[in-house]
């Protein structure tokens, strides 16, 4: 009957669909997979000998993508109605979009990783002409996504204390705290005079220095006899 022509061809259509998405679905699998580890990149976008975790630089985003792409296949195992199987058509561009995506978030947070250990090593040679000499720098919590850190020390006794921290939801921007351990409190104007130093040494190093502010607090005697002051800059590579 027609009736019947009319159904078989219905569910020859909804077998298409439901084929042609979990191919896709398939696929993009197989593609997050692979991009699990993958080349780095510098600046200018040249693959580097340098492999890198894309789920450890942006926080555990594509494991959670592949979870979505295990949970679309598993709907898929049973039968689904065309208003289902045509959302599901519907989502995976934006899924292969996203894909993409991570893997460029994945390799801006190394570039941006690198630029705080460069940044800090500009800081040092700058603060190495003020008569300061390094005595640690590492990654916060040993987490390479996260702020750089430098100690530095003078003959005087006097510490620096320097942090290269993103900047949240700007990864062009770092924010730099430079924090002083004087043994002798600084004025203002000297606290002021090294942070120019600093923002001549990374200017010339091609990085502009913004919104410089300097805050200050006092220890009591019986803590510290040293003055604690910073100041707090953003860095622009």
């Known amino acids: 009957s027609s009736l019947r022509l009319e159904l078989e061809r219905l569910e020859g259509e909804r077998r298409i669909l439901a084929r042609a998405a979990e191919e896709k679905l398939r696929a993009l699998g197989e593609q997050a997979q692979a991009a699990r580890r993958i080349p780095a990149v510098d600046l200018d976008g040249q693959a580097l000998n340098v492999q890198l975790d894309v789920d450890f630089?942006?926080?555990?985003?594509?494991?959670?993508?592949?979870?979505?792409?295990?949970?679309?296949?598993?709907?898929?195992?049973?039968?689904?109605?065309?208003?289902?199987?045509?959302?599901?058509?519907?989502?995976?561009?934006?899924?292969?979009?996203?894909?993409?995506?991570?893997?460029?978030?994945?390799?801006?947070?190394?570039?941006?990783?690198?630029?705080?250990?460069?940044?800090?090593?500009?800081?040092?040679?700058?603060?190495?002409?003020?008569?300061?000499?390094?005595?640690?720098?590492?990654?916060?919590?040993?987490?390479?996504?996260?702020?750089?850190?430098?100690?530095?020390?003078?003959?005087?006794?006097?510490?620096?204390?320097?942090?290269i921290a993103p900047r949240p939801g700007d990864a062009m921007q770092n924010d730099l705290h430079l924090l002083s351990h004087d043994a002798e409190a600084r004025t203002r104007h000297e606290l002021r005079a090294r942070m120019h130093e600093l923002a001549r040494s990374l200017a010339w190093h091609g990085l502009e220095v913004s919104q410089a502010e300097q805050v200050g607090e006092s220890k009591s005697a019986e803590r510290s006899q040293r003055k604690r002051q910073a100041v707090r800059s953003r860095v622009e590579g």
């Not at 993409?100 to 690198?114: F, K, N, P, T, Y």
């Open 57 to 163: 630089w942006t926080g555990g985003s594509l494991s959670q993508l592949q979870g979505d792409l295990r949970a679309l296949l598993a709907l898929l195992a049973s039968p689904l109605d065309m208003p289902a199987l045509e959302g599901i058509s519907a989502a995976l561009p934006d899924i292969e979009t996203r894909l993409g995506e991570l893997i460029e978030e994945a390799r801006l947070a190394v570039i941006h990783s690198q630029l705080r250990f460069d940044i800090a090593e500009v800081v040092v040679s700058a603060l190495s002409e003020q008569g300061f000499a390094l005595e640690e720098g590492a990654y916060s919590a040993g987490d390479e996504r996260e702020g750089y850190c430098v100690r530095l020390k003078n003959a005087e006794g006097g510490e620096v204390e320097v942090h």
